[in-house]
């Protein structure tokens, strides 16, 4: 007596397949809102530190010649610290009355199998918004 053909077996591979797929797209959901978390916290970094060195005027240069500048030392040190407060690493650039920082993250994949993702944001303020350097004199 011949057997017919034997489909045991076969659903236990479909579900396989179907479950792998389950996983990758729950990676995907997760380990891609982990990313955009990642991508907003660094932005909020990013702001902050700008905005704690943009406060670092030169109160000298201020007031001999109503110039705004920052102290670059200073604005730099501030941006710095912040960052460093929070556990973040970046770099600061400081340009007349303007601080511009540069925040790096790393956000690691805990689902989805490939390297860590690296997230940068990048985040400027001025010393006294909308306002350009040199411009306080009345006219």
């Known amino acids: 007596?011949?057997?017919?053909?034997?489909d045991r077996g076969t659903v236990s591979a479909f579900v396989a397949v179907v479950a792998a797929a389950l996983v990758m797209v729950a990676g995907l959901v997760y380990d891609g809102g982990q990313i955009l978390a990642s991508q907003a916290r660094a932005r909020d970094l990013?702001?902050?530190?700008?905005?704690?060195?943009?406060?670092e005027i030169a109160l000298d240069e201020l007031r001999a010649g109503q110039i705004v500048v920052l102290d670059p030392d200073r604005a730099a040190t501030s941006?710095?610290?912040?960052?460093a407060g929070t556990g973040a690493v970046g770099s600061v650039d400081v340009d007349?009355?303007?601080?511009?920082?540069?925040v790096t993250l790393t956000q690691p994949l805990r689902i989805?199998?490939?390297?860590?993702?690296?997230v940068t944001a990048v985040d400027s303020a001025d010393a006294v918004p909308g306002?350009?350097?040199?411009?306080?004199?009345d006219e």
């Open 79 to 83: 941006a710095l610290d912040y960052l």
């Open 1 to 6: 007596m011949r057997r017919r053909h034997d």
């Open 112 to 118: 989805l199998p490939g390297a860590d993702r690296q």
């Open 96 to 102: 007349g009355a303007r601080v511009t920082v540069t």
């Open 131 to 137: 306002l350009v350097e040199g411009d306080l004199t």
């Open 46 to 55: 990013a702001s902050n530190a700008a905005r704690a060195g943009a406060q």
